[in-house]
């Protein structure tokens, strides 16, 4: 027996044909061979089943075999795409029968870059918005100030071409069919359109008041 920290390794030799049965076995629940092995001598010294270690999933291992060159095939796909073979077969199954995209590091990293921009556009379109507030009520539009607003509409275009083509490329990379990927509930875009309509139409109705600062260029 050997010692780490506060636990201990428990190990026997029995007949590999009762191993292998064992090992069939410990693939249909979650953990694996050491989690069956301590659940068990657990439930027999105890009589209930052990916590589960952290970090361990809820749900079940499933055992694939593959050929010898089927398993090279997925190690490299796996390596390819910064992850471990079994969460590689993971996200594969996840792809195709959640239909939800799975991302690498790479990816998520490329999100994290694609949410920031997005983020940067959101500010310098409330500024464009607040200059155009202020043209409209003070009666003064400044020259070339629909040049901003054009410029801004083309980089949320640009913008949403690249989450599409993130999105697109996921898919294609896993082999969802096409007529699989998820598409929008029947009625959202309407119902998302009638709420930008209802809003614009609230804000409309808001009484207009003159900016301080022309009052002050007034008097």
């Known amino acids: 027996m050997a ?3 506060d636990q201990t390794t428990v ?13 069939a076995m410990a693939r249909q629940s979650d953990g694996g061979t050491s989690a069956a092995l301590r659940r068990i001598i657990t439930e027999a010294v105890e009589g209930k089943p052990p916590v589960a270690p952290r970090g361990a999933g809820a749900g079940l291992q499933i055992g694939v075999r593959l050929k010898p ?3 090279v095939a997925l190690s490299q796909a796996a390596r390819e ?3 471990t073979p079994a969460n590689w077969l993971r996200s594969l199954a996840i792809v195709h029968l959640a239909r939800k995209p ?5 990816e998520v990293e490329a999100l994290r870059d694609l949410f920031g921009g997005l983020r940067q556009i959101g ?10 507030n202020v043209a409209v009520q003070s009666g003064v539009f400044p020259p070339h100030q629909h040049i901003a607003t054009v410029e801004a509409a083309e980089i949320v275009r640009a913008e949403m071409r690249r989450v599409v083509a993130i999105m697109t490329g996921n898919f294609d990379y896993w082999g ?7 598409t929008a509930s029947p009625g959202a875009i309407e119902a998302e359109d009638e709420r930008a309509r209802v809003a614009e139409v609230k804000r409309r109705s808001r009484p207009r008041k003159r900016p301080t600062r022309f009052k002050e260029d007034e008097a």
């Open 3 to 5: 010692k780490r920290e």
């Open 11 to 23: 190990s026997t030799h029995i007949d590999k044909a009762l191993a292998e049965r064992f090992a």
């Open 69 to 71: 060159g089927e398993r």
């Open 81 to 83: 795409r910064g992850t």
């Open 102 to 106: 799975q991302w690498n590091p790479a």
């Open 123 to 132: 500010n310098n379109v409330n500024q464009i918005a607040k200059a155009l």
């Open 176 to 182: 969802l069919p096409l007529d699989e990927r998820p």
